[in-house]
Structure formats: C-alpha cells, structure tokens
C-alpha cells in the first residue's frame, strides 16, 4: 500500500492550494480517507476526513469554510482544496486511510507535502 502525497508549496496569505494523494495496492474508497497536519513544534492533528461509500464529510473548526475534501475513485486519488490560506496553516499535510472514520490512528499514511504560507 503506497499513498503519495503531492502538491504543498509555498503561497502568501489568502492564496490556494490543492493537495492530492494518489493511493497504490488499495482503493480510496473502501476506506475512510483523511488529511492531518503537523506543523513544527505542535502534534498532528485531523483536518478533514470523508468517510468510505457515502462520502460524509468532517472538518475542523479552523479550516470549515476554507477547506474542501474530495475524492476521484476513478483517478484513486483523494483530494484537498486549500482557498483562503492563513499562516497558521502552514504545516505539513498528510493524507490517511483507515477502516475506521476520522480517528487518529489511521492504519495507512503517506509521506506528507510541505505547504508554507507567508507574504
């Protein structure tokens, strides 16, 4: 099972970014799939989840509004749509997935993408 992560980058505030994660050896969606962030100095922490099938979808406080989570089953690839970004959400981006929704402890993890944002 491979999840690679790509599209970080470096913008100034209120730019975007979108993030995907292209899934080899399983399929996106037979699992709940998941966006964490690390950023220096601070614990990880869930960003936005989509469950397996139906496509229920969770975001936390500091993204809701901003953020938006997709994903292609087509392509197997998982999305995430960065608009409006803020300094604070400079950190590095992983994706996830599991059997399980949104918890923190997925089972699967790809190498994340590095985002920065300052002027």
């Known amino acids: 099972v491979q999840l690679q992560a790509s599209g970080g980058g470096s913008v100034q505030p209120g730019g975007s970014l979108r993030l995907s994660c292209a899934a080899s050896?399983?399929?996106?969606?037979?699992?709940?799939n998941a966006w964490f962030r690390q950023a220096p100095g601070k614990e990880r922490e869930a960003v936005s989840c989509i469950s397996r099938s139906d496509g229920v979808k969770y975001y936390s406080d500091f993204v809701k509004g901003r953020f938006t989570i997709s994903r292609d089953n087509a392509k197997n690839t998982l999305y995430l749509q960065l608009n409006n970004l803020k300094p604070e959400d400079a950190a590095v981006y992983y994706c996830?997935?599991?059997?399980?929704?949104?918890?923190?402890?997925?089972?699967?993890w790809g190498k994340g993408t590095l985002v920065t944002v300052s002027s």
């Open positions: 996830a997935a599991d059997t399980e929704f949104c918890q923190s402890n997925m089972e699967y």
């Open positions: 050896g399983l399929t996106l969606d037979g699992y709940a």
